[in-house]
């Protein structure tokens, strides 16, 4: 956006050049290539006005809110976390990619990682028991259908749209969501229908990752440990350009 402050958008872009350099500790599960590319991406796409008007945005809200050196910083960090948790959601189920989509625009890939993100810690999602039992007014799809859709527009959210991880992944997503004003229920059907496209040992590999029990969660809490490493590299990079751009302009100041 042509109106952000110079000094913080060097800083931002300067930020995704030095992780390639950053040291990295031994007990750190961090892919720096991807968190590389994840921070590169974020930080040309959440300062875009281009990429809100692929979603139908309200351009002027967004670039009120992004005004802000903290807002903007804040904005990345969630895209930077949501992306490098796709991305290991991907690279974890590489089939995943070629299985099409549950709505025009809308990959079964970005439900399913959606769904991972946000299930997280639950020792019982029934996501299961939902697939099952088809039917989607039932106790058992409540959390799913939750995290599937809002019930409301994204473009009437302006406030919150910089956490959603459809947002932060798939714009696509965000107009196919729309698209049925919201519809969970709607959303829910597709998904569950593109569930049963899938052979039985991919089904059987989602619900390991998705279904209800310890190893499932284990297993959700670890890529989201992950992802969370990831996004505390970046931000110790950052803050590290941040110092090292202030000590330059301390030592411009005194003729250094």
């Avoid at 284990?218 to 590290?240: D, F, N």
């Amino acid at each position: 956006m042509k109106k952000f402050a110079v000094k913080s958008l060097i800083t931002l872009v300067v930020t995704s050049s030095a992780l390639l350099l950053a040291p990295m500790r031994s007990d750190a599960q961090i892919n720096i290539n991807r968190l590389t590319q994840v921070a590169k991406s974020c930080q040309e796409d959440i300062l875009s006005f281009n990429y809100y008007k692929r979603m139908g945005f309200d351009t002027n809200s967004i670039n009120y809110y992004l005004k802000n050196s903290y807002n903007q910083e804040q904005a990345i960090s969630h895209c930077v976390y949501s992306r490098y948790h796709y991305s290991s959601v991907l690279t974890k189920y590489a089939w995943l990619d070629s299985t099409g989509e549950i709505l025009a625009g809308y990959p079964g890939s970005v439900v399913v990682a959606s769904l991972a993100s946000v299930f997280g810690g639950y020792d019982k999602t029934s996501i299961l028991d939902c697939i099952v039992n088809q039917d989607i007014s039932s106790q058992e799809c409540s959390l799913t259908k939750s995290i599937l859709g809002s019930g409301v527009s994204f473009r009437d959210r302006v406030q919150e749209w910089y956490t959603s991880y459809k947002v932060n992944v798939c714009p696509s997503c965000v107009l196919a969501h729309d698209e049925v004003y919201g519809s969970r229920e709607e959303i829910l059907k597709a998904f569950i229908k593109w569930f049963f496209t899938l052979e039985k040992t991919q089904r059987r590999e989602l619900i390991s990752l998705l279904g209800d029990g310890d190893q499932a969660r284990k297993l959700r809490l670890v890529i989201a440990g992950e992802s969370s490493a990831a996004l505390k590299k970046y931000l110790e990079v950052r803050q590290e350009v941040q110092e090292q751009e202030q000590e330059r302009r301390r030592q411009d100041v005194l003729g250094n």
